[in-house]
Protein backbone atom coordinates (compact mmCIF):
# COMPACT_ATOMS: atom_id res chain seq x y z
CA UNK A 1 0.00 0.00 0.00
CA UNK A 2 0.92 3.90 -0.35
CA UNK A 3 0.26 6.46 2.44
CA UNK A 4 1.25 10.03 2.78
CA UNK A 5 2.97 9.45 6.38
CA UNK A 6 3.63 12.14 8.67
CA UNK A 7 6.56 11.41 10.93
CA UNK A 8 6.82 14.94 12.49
CA UNK A 9 3.90 17.37 12.95
CA UNK A 10 5.71 20.46 11.95
CA UNK A 11 3.38 20.84 8.91
CA UNK A 12 2.56 20.15 5.65
CA UNK A 13 6.07 20.29 3.95
CA UNK A 14 7.27 16.98 6.13
CA UNK A 15 4.15 14.66 5.00
CA UNK A 16 5.94 12.34 2.43
CA UNK A 17 4.33 10.13 0.13
CA UNK A 18 5.73 5.91 1.39
CA UNK A 19 5.36 2.46 0.15
CA UNK A 20 3.87 0.61 3.60
CA UNK A 21 3.35 -2.90 3.94
CA UNK A 22 -0.57 -3.51 4.14
CA UNK A 23 -1.95 -4.85 7.01
CA UNK A 24 -4.25 -7.33 8.16
CA UNK A 25 -7.42 -6.25 10.38
CA UNK A 26 -7.07 -6.71 13.73
CA UNK A 27 -10.56 -7.90 15.80
CA UNK A 28 -13.65 -4.63 15.48
CA UNK A 29 -11.72 -3.72 12.22
CA UNK A 30 -11.95 -3.30 8.57
CA UNK A 31 -9.39 -3.42 5.71
CA UNK A 32 -10.44 -0.66 3.39
CA UNK A 33 -9.36 0.10 0.05
CA UNK A 34 -9.53 4.01 -0.17
CA UNK A 35 -11.05 5.21 -3.53
CA UNK A 36 -11.61 8.53 -2.10
CA UNK A 37 -10.94 10.93 0.97
CA UNK A 38 -11.96 14.93 1.61
CA UNK A 39 -9.73 17.37 3.29
CA UNK A 40 -10.81 19.29 6.09
CA UNK A 41 -9.39 21.84 8.13
CA UNK A 42 -9.16 19.14 10.83
CA UNK A 43 -6.16 17.71 8.23
CA UNK A 44 -4.04 20.75 8.08
CA UNK A 45 -4.31 21.27 12.41
CA UNK A 46 -3.09 17.61 12.72
CA UNK A 47 -0.24 17.51 10.75
CA UNK A 48 0.96 20.48 12.47
CA UNK A 49 0.47 18.97 15.56
CA UNK A 50 -2.25 21.97 16.69
CA UNK A 51 -5.64 19.82 16.71
CA UNK A 52 -7.45 18.40 19.93
CA UNK A 53 -6.27 14.56 18.79
CA UNK A 54 -2.08 14.91 18.45
CA UNK A 55 -1.90 10.99 17.40
CA UNK A 56 1.67 9.57 18.26
CA UNK A 57 3.81 10.00 15.19
CA UNK A 58 4.54 8.53 12.62
CA UNK A 59 0.52 8.46 11.26
CA UNK A 60 -1.39 8.46 8.14
CA UNK A 61 -3.41 11.83 8.03
CA UNK A 62 -6.66 12.15 6.57
CA UNK A 63 -9.94 11.70 8.90
CA UNK A 64 -12.89 11.17 6.27
CA UNK A 65 -12.88 8.49 3.60
CA UNK A 66 -14.50 6.25 1.41
CA UNK A 67 -13.96 2.83 -0.30
CA UNK A 68 -14.42 -0.78 -0.21
CA UNK A 69 -14.22 -3.34 2.08
CA UNK A 70 -11.29 -5.66 1.51
CA UNK A 71 -10.88 -7.98 4.63
CA UNK A 72 -12.64 -8.16 8.13
CA UNK A 73 -11.30 -8.65 11.36
CA UNK A 74 -12.69 -11.28 14.14
CA UNK A 75 -16.01 -10.11 15.55
CA UNK A 76 -17.23 -7.79 12.75
CA UNK A 77 -20.47 -9.42 11.34
CA UNK A 78 -22.11 -5.97 10.08
CA UNK A 79 -19.96 -5.65 7.09
CA UNK A 80 -18.72 -8.12 4.59
CA UNK A 81 -15.58 -8.19 1.35
CA UNK A 82 -16.87 -5.97 -1.10
CA UNK A 83 -19.09 -3.62 0.88
CA UNK A 84 -18.94 -0.26 -0.23
CA UNK A 85 -18.60 2.21 3.15
CA UNK A 86 -17.78 5.61 4.55
CA UNK A 87 -15.85 5.87 7.70
CA UNK A 88 -14.81 9.05 10.00
CA UNK A 89 -11.91 7.77 12.34
CA UNK A 90 -9.73 10.80 12.50
CA UNK A 91 -6.46 9.58 10.33
CA UNK A 92 -5.29 7.01 7.99
CA UNK A 93 -7.66 8.43 4.44
CA UNK A 94 -4.70 9.68 2.90
CA UNK A 95 -3.55 6.13 1.40
CA UNK A 96 -4.49 3.49 -0.75
CA UNK A 97 -6.03 1.35 1.93
CA UNK A 98 -6.35 1.84 5.60
CA UNK A 99 -7.61 -0.13 8.99
CA UNK A 100 -11.18 1.34 9.79
CA UNK A 101 -12.83 0.73 12.98
CA UNK A 102 -15.84 -1.13 11.84
CA UNK A 103 -17.57 1.06 14.79
CA UNK A 104 -17.17 3.86 12.90
CA UNK A 105 -17.85 2.81 9.28
CA UNK A 106 -21.06 3.56 7.55
CA UNK A 107 -23.11 1.89 4.92
CA UNK A 108 -23.40 3.03 2.07
CA UNK A 109 -26.59 2.64 0.09
CA UNK A 110 -26.93 1.73 -3.92
CA UNK A 111 -25.86 4.86 -5.78
CA UNK A 112 -23.84 6.82 -3.04
CA UNK A 113 -20.64 7.65 -5.05
CA UNK A 114 -17.60 7.38 -3.34
CA UNK A 115 -16.87 11.16 -3.89
CA UNK A 116 -19.45 11.99 -2.44
CA UNK A 117 -19.30 10.20 0.45
CA UNK A 118 -15.93 10.92 1.42
CA UNK A 119 -17.20 14.28 1.43
CA UNK A 120 -19.98 13.43 3.74
CA UNK A 121 -19.80 12.59 7.28
CA UNK A 122 -18.10 15.06 8.68
CA UNK A 123 -19.91 18.13 7.81
CA UNK A 124 -23.44 17.06 7.42
CA UNK A 125 -23.39 15.56 11.26
CA UNK A 126 -21.17 18.89 11.80
CA UNK A 127 -24.26 20.78 10.56
CA UNK A 128 -27.33 18.73 11.47
CA UNK A 129 -26.19 18.00 15.48
CA UNK A 130 -25.61 22.00 15.40
CA UNK A 131 -28.82 23.12 13.83
CA UNK A 132 -31.50 19.90 15.00
CA UNK A 133 -29.89 19.46 17.92
CA UNK A 134 -28.12 21.97 19.68
CA UNK A 135 -29.95 24.97 17.72
CA UNK A 136 -33.82 22.78 18.33
CA UNK A 137 -34.57 24.94 14.94
CA UNK A 138 -37.97 25.41 13.77
CA UNK A 139 -39.48 25.57 10.56
CA UNK A 140 -40.13 29.09 9.65
CA UNK A 141 -37.28 30.43 11.66
CA UNK A 142 -34.15 32.36 10.17
CA UNK A 143 -30.61 30.86 10.16
CA UNK A 144 -27.52 33.04 9.47
CA UNK A 145 -24.67 31.11 8.28
CA UNK A 146 -21.35 32.48 8.40
CA UNK A 147 -18.96 31.05 5.60
CA UNK A 148 -21.49 29.88 3.91
CA UNK A 149 -18.97 28.66 0.67
CA UNK A 150 -17.06 26.22 2.65
CA UNK A 151 -17.88 22.48 3.24
CA UNK A 152 -19.68 22.69 6.67
CA UNK A 153 -21.49 25.94 5.15
CA UNK A 154 -22.78 24.20 2.09
CA UNK A 155 -24.17 21.19 4.33
CA UNK A 156 -25.87 23.79 6.98
CA UNK A 157 -27.48 25.36 3.71
CA UNK A 158 -29.32 22.48 2.74
CA UNK A 159 -30.06 21.07 6.37
CA UNK A 160 -31.67 24.39 7.43
CA UNK A 161 -33.80 24.15 4.02
CA UNK A 162 -34.90 20.80 4.56
CA UNK A 163 -35.85 21.63 8.16
CA UNK A 164 -38.06 24.54 6.53
CA UNK A 165 -36.06 27.23 7.88
CA UNK A 166 -35.23 30.18 6.03
CA UNK A 167 -31.06 30.58 5.31
CA UNK A 168 -28.98 33.70 4.72
CA UNK A 169 -26.14 32.65 3.62
CA UNK A 170 -22.67 35.43 4.38
CA UNK A 171 -19.37 34.68 2.76
CA UNK A 172 -16.42 36.49 1.22
CA UNK A 173 -16.75 36.55 -2.57
CA UNK A 174 -19.66 37.18 -4.89
CA UNK A 175 -18.89 34.25 -6.79
CA UNK A 176 -19.38 31.93 -3.31
CA UNK A 177 -22.71 33.78 -2.56
CA UNK A 178 -23.95 32.38 -6.35
CA UNK A 179 -22.93 29.24 -5.28
CA UNK A 180 -25.21 29.40 -1.58
CA UNK A 181 -28.28 30.81 -3.53
CA UNK A 182 -27.73 28.21 -6.16
CA UNK A 183 -28.02 25.02 -2.91
CA UNK A 184 -30.78 27.06 -1.54
CA UNK A 185 -30.08 29.89 0.33
CA UNK A 186 -32.88 32.40 0.29
CA UNK A 187 -30.33 35.27 0.50
CA UNK A 188 -26.71 35.72 0.32
CA UNK A 189 -24.25 38.10 2.02
CA UNK A 190 -20.87 39.25 0.84
CA UNK A 191 -19.30 40.42 3.93
CA UNK A 192 -16.13 41.38 2.69
CA UNK A 193 -18.26 44.56 1.26
CA UNK A 194 -20.31 46.85 3.13
CA UNK A 195 -21.21 46.73 6.97
CA UNK A 196 -21.92 43.24 8.29
CA UNK A 197 -24.78 44.22 10.49
CA UNK A 198 -26.27 46.61 8.44
CA UNK A 199 -26.91 43.89 6.02
CA UNK A 200 -28.10 41.01 8.27
CA UNK A 201 -30.48 43.98 9.24
CA UNK A 202 -31.91 44.57 5.97
CA UNK A 203 -31.93 40.88 5.08
CA UNK A 204 -33.81 40.07 8.32
CA UNK A 205 -36.43 43.33 8.50
CA UNK A 206 -34.76 44.20 11.24
CA UNK A 207 -35.56 41.58 13.47
CA UNK A 208 -32.31 39.59 13.55
CA UNK A 209 -31.48 35.99 12.85
CA UNK A 210 -32.98 33.14 15.32
CA UNK A 211 -29.83 31.10 14.73
CA UNK A 212 -26.09 32.01 13.51
CA UNK A 213 -23.98 29.61 12.38
CA UNK A 214 -20.72 30.10 12.90
CA UNK A 215 -17.45 27.99 11.70
CA UNK A 216 -15.45 30.73 10.96
CA UNK A 217 -14.82 33.38 14.35
CA UNK A 218 -12.42 35.33 14.03
CA UNK A 219 -13.27 39.57 13.50
CA UNK A 220 -17.59 38.34 11.82
CA UNK A 221 -18.28 36.80 15.13
CA UNK A 222 -19.65 40.02 17.45
CA UNK A 223 -21.25 41.95 14.62
CA UNK A 224 -23.10 38.86 13.68
CA UNK A 225 -23.98 38.20 17.45
CA UNK A 226 -24.53 41.99 18.31
CA UNK A 227 -27.24 41.14 15.16
CA UNK A 228 -28.81 37.98 16.26
CA UNK A 229 -32.95 38.10 17.49
CA UNK A 230 -34.61 37.76 20.01
CA UNK A 231 -34.02 34.27 22.11
CA UNK A 232 -31.39 33.45 19.29
CA UNK A 233 -29.36 30.83 19.32
CA UNK A 234 -25.39 31.50 18.52
CA UNK A 235 -23.57 27.94 17.39
CA UNK A 236 -19.91 28.11 18.17
CA UNK A 237 -18.85 25.16 15.57
CA UNK A 238 -14.94 26.59 15.14
CA UNK A 239 -12.49 29.02 14.29
CA UNK A 240 -11.26 28.48 10.51
CA UNK A 241 -10.13 32.33 10.62
CA UNK A 242 -7.63 31.20 12.92
CA UNK A 243 -8.09 33.90 15.53
CA UNK A 244 -10.93 33.10 18.51
CA UNK A 245 -13.06 36.02 19.44
CA UNK A 246 -14.07 37.07 22.56
CA UNK A 247 -17.82 37.85 23.06
CA UNK A 248 -19.35 40.46 25.78
CA UNK A 249 -21.02 38.92 28.04
CA UNK A 250 -23.71 41.64 28.15
CA UNK A 251 -24.73 41.00 24.61
CA UNK A 252 -26.22 37.60 25.37
CA UNK A 253 -28.18 39.33 28.30
CA UNK A 254 -29.45 41.91 26.34
CA UNK A 255 -30.64 39.68 23.43
CA UNK A 256 -31.71 36.45 26.26
CA UNK A 257 -29.70 34.47 23.72
CA UNK A 258 -27.49 31.48 24.00
CA UNK A 259 -24.50 30.58 23.55
CA UNK A 260 -24.09 26.92 22.40
CA UNK A 261 -21.19 24.92 21.87
CA UNK A 262 -20.94 22.42 19.14
CA UNK A 263 -18.54 19.91 19.18
CA UNK A 264 -19.89 17.06 16.96
CA UNK A 265 -17.03 14.20 17.77
CA UNK A 266 -17.42 13.56 21.41
CA UNK A 267 -21.84 14.14 20.77
CA UNK A 268 -20.41 10.88 18.37
CA UNK A 269 -18.48 9.47 21.29
CA UNK A 270 -20.98 10.13 24.24
CA UNK A 271 -24.11 9.61 22.29
CA UNK A 272 -22.99 7.09 19.99
CA UNK A 273 -26.84 5.88 19.45
CA UNK A 274 -28.47 8.74 18.96
CA UNK A 275 -25.34 9.97 16.29
CA UNK A 276 -26.13 6.15 14.08
CA UNK A 277 -29.92 7.40 13.95
CA UNK A 278 -28.75 11.03 12.76
CA UNK A 279 -26.23 9.52 10.43
CA UNK A 280 -29.15 6.87 8.99
CA UNK A 281 -31.74 10.21 8.76
CA UNK A 282 -28.79 11.96 6.47
CA UNK A 283 -28.42 9.09 4.10
CA UNK A 284 -32.01 8.96 3.48
CA UNK A 285 -31.97 12.71 2.91
CA UNK A 286 -29.25 12.11 0.27
CA UNK A 287 -31.20 9.66 -1.00
CA UNK A 288 -34.24 11.78 -1.16
CA UNK A 289 -32.08 14.30 -3.20
CA UNK A 290 -32.54 17.20 0.30
CA UNK A 291 -28.47 16.96 1.04
CA UNK A 292 -25.97 16.59 -1.96
CA UNK A 293 -22.15 17.47 -1.11
CA UNK A 294 -21.25 20.68 -3.06
CA UNK A 295 -17.31 19.31 -4.56
CA UNK A 296 -15.30 22.10 -5.64
CA UNK A 297 -12.64 19.55 -7.01
CA UNK A 298 -11.35 16.00 -7.16
CA UNK A 299 -7.47 15.58 -7.01
CA UNK A 300 -4.97 12.68 -7.24
CA UNK A 301 -4.00 11.48 -4.02
CA UNK A 302 -0.40 11.64 -5.14
CA UNK A 303 -1.26 15.14 -5.27
CA UNK A 304 -1.96 16.17 -1.57
CA UNK A 305 0.58 18.90 -0.76
CA UNK A 306 -1.05 20.14 -3.59
CA UNK A 307 -4.48 20.34 -2.46
CA UNK A 308 -3.76 21.39 0.92
CA UNK A 309 -2.40 24.58 -0.71
CA UNK A 310 -5.48 25.44 -2.61
CA UNK A 311 -7.37 24.73 0.83
CA UNK A 312 -5.10 27.30 2.30
CA UNK A 313 -5.96 29.89 -0.93
CA UNK A 314 -9.53 29.99 0.95
CA UNK A 315 -10.96 29.72 -2.94
CA UNK A 316 -12.35 25.93 -2.25
CA UNK A 317 -16.23 26.14 -2.01
CA UNK A 318 -17.79 23.15 -0.61
CA UNK A 319 -15.34 20.39 -0.50
CA UNK A 320 -11.98 19.47 -1.88
CA UNK A 321 -11.59 14.88 -2.74
CA UNK A 322 -8.15 13.09 -3.22
CA UNK A 323 -9.12 9.91 -5.09
CA UNK A 324 -7.06 6.74 -5.50
CA UNK A 325 -7.30 5.76 -9.39
Excluded at 64 to 71: D, F, H, P
Excluded at 100 to 120: K, M, N, T, Y
Aim: glycine share 10%; charged share 15%; hydrophobic share 45%.
Amino acid sequence: MQAWLCEDPVGVDALQWKELPTPQPGAGQLLLRIQAASLNYPDLLIVQGKYQHKPPPPFVPGSEYAGVVEAVGDGVTDFQVGQPVACLSGTGGFASHTLAPAALCLPLPAGFPAVDAAAFIMTYATSHHALLDRAQLKAGETVLVLGAAGGVGTAAIQIAKAAGARVIAAASTDEKCELCRSIGADAAINYSQGNLRDAIKEATGGKGPDVVYDPVGGDFAEPAFRSIGWRGRYLVVGFASGPIPSLPLNLPLLKGASIVGVFWGDYARREPQANAAMLQQLAQWYAQGKVKPVIDRTMPMAELKAAYAHMASRAVKGKLVLVND
